[in-house]
T-cell receptor, first 114, second 116 residues
Framework: KAGVTQTPRYLIKTRGQQVTLSCSPISGHRSVSWYQQTPGQGLQFLFE???????NKGNFPGRFSGRQFSNSRSEMNVSTLELGDSALYLCASSLGTGWDNEQFFGPGTRLTVL | AQTVTQSQPEMSVQEAETVTLSCTYD???????LFWYKQPPSRQMILVIR??????QNATENRFSVNFQKAAKSFSLKISDSQLGDAAMYFCAYRSAMSKGNKLVFGAGTILRVKS
């Protein structure tokens, strides 16, 4: 079974631009969560989608948005990029939202904002 | 809001020895779940072990075990017979049982180095 895939793996953007990151969950998984990982702030929860509905949202500005498609693939978008948005963006998928549904993480997208 | 604290930024262990990584958390909830995740240099995070707060028995997965002290809000990870492949960043994480969804609150992480 293929794992969680994230595209692209690396991305370089300049301030003010916008970016879209993609996450394909494991087949059959309906929940996708996104996290931002930085050396200073560590791992922070961005949002979670389940069956195309946003279930949870972290404390990030409105520039960060996401969506989930009917095939459970998810995208996150960051508009008006700032230098501080440089980070590793991880997504995780699970079958559902029961606590014993293990979350599987993707390799991440490394975003650099210049 | 819940917080997770990992007070050891870095730890080192000799191959075949035992090491314990510390984690404390703060919550007002009585029911929750705790996890240890491993993030090797390749960056793909994997689940190491998990614990339900309502279970007094400490979880064990092969060479990995936890010491869960609910009253002290402590959740340490013990790695026995350390191997070179155990070298990674280890994250302690908390998940509420009260709220819907899979949201995890992570600690800052501990880098584990394994010496041969």
């Amino acid at each position: 079974k293929a794992g969680v895939t994230q595209t692209p793996r690396y991305l370089i953007k300049t301030r003010g631009q916008q970016v879209t990151l993609s996450c394909s969950p494991i087949s059959g998984h309906r929940s996708v969560s996104w996290y931002q990982q930085t050396p200073g702030q560590g791992l922070q929860f961005l949002f979670e989608y389940f069956s195309e509905t946003q279930r949870n949202k972290g404390n990030f500005p409105g520039r960060f948005s996401g969506r989930q498609f009917s095939n459970s693939r998810s995208e996150m978008n960051v508009s008006t990029l700032e230098l501080g948005d440089s980070a590793l963006y991880l997504c995780a998928s699970s079958l559902g939202t029961g606590w014993d549904n293990e979350q599987f993480f993707g390799p991440g997208t490394r975003l650099t904002v210049l | 809001a819940q917080t997770v604290t990992q007070s050891q930024p870095e730890m080192s262990v000799q191959e075949a020895e035992t090491v314990t990584l510390s984690c404390t958390y703060d919550t007002s909830e009585s029911d929750y779940y705790l996890f240890w995740y491993k993030q090797p240099p390749s960056r793909q995070m994997i689940l190491v072990i998990r614990q339900e707060a309502y279970k007094q028995q400490n979880a064990t997965e092969n060479r990995f075990s936890v010491n869960f002290q609910k009253a002290a809000k402590s959740f340490s990870l013990k790695i026995s017979d350390s191997q070179l492949g155990d070298a990674a960043m280890y994250f302690c994480a908390y998940r509420s049982a009260m709220s819907k969804g899979n949201k995890l609150v992570f600690g800052a992480g501990t880098i584990l180095r394994v010496k041969s």
